[in-house]
């Protein structure tokens, strides 16, 4: 294995690394602001870093230069085989019958187009990195008082999940790291999370309190929260998600790059 474990994420050389690879480098950022004693990032060399990974429930995200984590695409799929053996996998739904695969997320464009002319891809889910900088922010503040998620309403939550994050995600979230949440005649309406990696996503509207304004409000009030923070404040919008995109480009997000969560077939030993 090319890669050790990052033992001090502190450490300048490493601080440089991630300085020099924004904005991808937020999504490792935020994992190691919110990952605690859960987090598992591998370098390949800390006196002079050209790939880390951040590995997570079955994926791996590198970062670094599109070459650099093609001329590692070996060393990712041992890894990849050992969370096989080992039983972790994401909480996608099917992603649990998915045998002999690597799994990539937040993969640049580029390093996507490079590793699909030697491997099979499986499936595939492109999306936009967008981020938010402080000058550019239009704040939004106009709806009901902004609350909180309640426990007995974790399940919903889960249950309304996009991409299979169940409950244990959903509580470990709502106790760890900020959210926001509005009520209408005391029920539910809108809400939105901060993820695992330091993005805040998971945002929800119930259908009949559309169109009202209370998702815009939602992202503008958990962008604040991160900024008081200190936390890169940015989002992934899958492609074609028009009504996501609207809203948070009339933030003052903007789309900065390409990229997708890939799953592509290993090559067979």
């Given at each position: 294995?090319?890669?050790?474990?990052?033992?001090?994420?502190?450490?300048?050389?490493?601080?440089?690394?991630?300085?020099?690879?924004?904005?991808?480098?937020?999504r490792m950022?935020?994992?190691?602001?919110?990952g605690?004693?859960e987090?598992?990032?591998?370098i390949?060399?800390?006196?002079?870093?050209?790939?880390?990974?951040?590995?997570?429930?079955?994926?791996l995200?590198?970062?670094?230069?599109p070459d650099?984590?093609?001329?590692h695409?070996?060393?990712?799929?041992?890894?990849?085989?050992?969370?096989e053996?080992?039983?972790?996998?994401?909480?996608?739904?099917?992603?649990?019958?998915?045998?002999?695969?690597?799994?990539?997320?937040?993969?640049?464009?580029?390093?996507?187009?490079v590793?699909?002319?030697?491997?099979?891809?499986?499936?595939?889910?492109?999306?936009?990195?967008?981020?938010?900088?402080?000058e550019?922010?239009?704040p939004?503040?106009?709806?009901?008082?902004?609350?909180?998620?309640?426990?007995?309403e974790?399940?919903?939550v889960?249950?309304?999940?996009?991409?299979?994050?169940?409950?244990?995600?959903?509580?470990?979230?709502?106790?760890?790291?900020?959210?926001?949440?509005?009520?209408?005649?005391?029920?539910?309406?809108?809400?939105m999370?901060?993820?695992?990696?330091?993005?805040?996503?998971?945002?929800?509207?119930?259908?009949?309190?559309r169109?009202?304004?209370l998702?815009?409000?939602?992202?503008?009030?958990?962008?604040?929260?991160?900024?008081?923070?200190?936390?890169?404040?940015?989002?992934?919008?899958?492609?074609?998600?028009?009504?996501?995109?609207?809203?948070?480009?009339?933030?003052?997000?903007?789309?900065?790059?390409?990229?997708?969560?890939?799953?592509f077939?290993?090559?067979?030993?």
């Amino acid at each position: 294995m090319a890669f050790s474990p990052l033992e001090n994420p502190e450490d300048p050389r490493f601080v440089r690394f991630l300085e020099a690879h924004e904005p991808f480098s937020f999504r490792m950022r935020g994992a190691l602001a919110e990952g605690a004693n859960e987090l598992s990032v591998w370098i390949d060399d800390i006196e002079n870093p050209h790939l880390a990974i951040h590995r997570a429930r079955g994926w791996l995200a590198p970062l670094g230069r599109p070459d650099d984590i093609v001329a590692h695409l070996s060393d990712l799929e041992a890894m990849a085989a050992e969370m096989e053996k080992e039983g972790e996998s994401p909480y996608h739904p099917g992603a649990q019958d998915e045998t002999g695969v690597l799994r990539l997320s937040a993969l640049p464009a580029s390093a996507r187009e490079v590793i699909a002319e030697t491997r099979d891809v499986v499936r595939q889910t492109g999306c936009g990195l967008y981020t938010l900088r402080k000058e550019d922010f239009t704040p939004f503040a106009e709806g009901p008082p902004i609350g909180s998620i309640r426990e007995d309403e974790y399940e919903l939550v889960a249950e309304l999940a996009q991409h299979g994050e169940g409950v244990p995600y959903v509580r470990n979230r709502l106790s760890k790291a900020p959210h926001v949440a509005v009520r209408v005649d005391g029920e539910l309406a809108a809400y939105m999370i901060v993820h695992a990696n330091g993005s805040i996503g998971m945002l929800h509207t119930v259908e009949k309190f559309r169109n009202r304004g209370l998702g815009r409000y939602m992202a503008s009030a958990l962008a604040e929260r991160q900024f008081a923070r200190g936390m890169p404040v940015y989002c992934y919008i899958v492609d074609g998600n028009t009504p996501s995109h609207r809203v948070f480009t009339s933030l003052g997000f903007r789309r900065v790059a390409d990229v997708s969560w890939c799953v592509f077939r290993r090559e067979e030993e």
